[in-house]
């Protein structure tokens, strides 16, 4: 059975979800067989699916999404709702961008905890059954947790995920695949809507990390990130990666957090946070790297930190 047509039967609407699961989709039908069937072998059942359609319009992922707005509840087994997520719904919007759409998902949300999976991704089995207990049972100001994470397509191998205040200026250890608390979100003032390029996600981590919120990570790879290639994208990091944006979006980033950046502001976040277990990114290896992102021609620049992913790619094959 089409996992996609059979994800169109909903059980009765019951008490909120533990957990909603927002997927935002804009022309990603190719990859919707894959993310339901993987939802629907959760060993974790509590659960919504909130699938915000930002302004498809290729003929596949119209027809997919069509077939999840249609029920198909009277011609399926019980046996087989059983086995599915008990509400999923489609919202369709004027395209606007990732950002807008997790936000419109957030805020559809029923339940108090978020998960923002991306369309081309996919979880292992216990992913929900791991990271959502794990978050429930945090102190309040831990808002976020996350997975490590499987890289499959154009690049292989384990990327861990975790949150460290200094790193994060640097990089995003945190997104994607977060599981967070709706306050949070909330409190953070939700996902920027104006960046459309990419990196928006890492601008939400250092406002959560502003907003006094720290994260709780799993040290297992149960979120499967789909990295795409260069003349076949889908995922903005992708998208990144081929137009050569790091310069020009970090610069963005450093505008909107400036009191996070310059290098007495650097150095005493260091200082504060150099005991803190987990960290990867050395006081000098920061700071140099802020200091090209100053003086080095953006061209310079970009092609410099492509060397270095490449570089990260090949040590984890």
Known sequence: MDPIASATATAPVRSAPAVSIVVP??????????????????????????????GSTDELTLRKLAALQNSLQNSLQDTVQDSLPHQVRVI?????????????????????????????????????????????AAPPDVGVAV????????????????????????????????????DSWRAAGGYDETMRDGYEDWDFSLRLAEAGYRAIEIAKPLYIYHVASDDAGHSLSSGVHARRLYAKLWRQIRSRHAQSYGPLAIA???????????GRVALWKGLAGYLAALTLPDTVFNQLFATLQRRRMHART
């Open 25 to 54: 989709c804009y022309n990603g039908g190719r990859f919707l067989d894959g993310l339901m069937a993987s939802l629907a072998r959760q060993t974790f059942r509590d659960f919504e699916v909130v699938i915000v359609d930002d």
């Open 92 to 136: 369709r919007q004027a395209n606007h961008g990732a950002s807008a759409a997790r936000n419109t998902g957030a805020r559809e949300a029923r339940a108090d905890l978020l998960f923002m999976l991306d369309c081309d991704d996919t979880i292992e089995p216990t992913f929900l059954a791991e990271v959502v207990p794990a978050l429930r």
């Open 268 to 278: 005493r976040l260091w200082w504060t946070k150099r005991h803190e277990r987990g």
């Open 147 to 182: 997975a490590h994470m499987r890289l499959i397509g154009a690049e292989t191998g384990v990327a861990r995920r975790y949150f460290n205040r200094f790193d994060l200026l640097f990089t995003n250890t945190l997104s994607p695949g977060i599981v967070i608390r709706k």
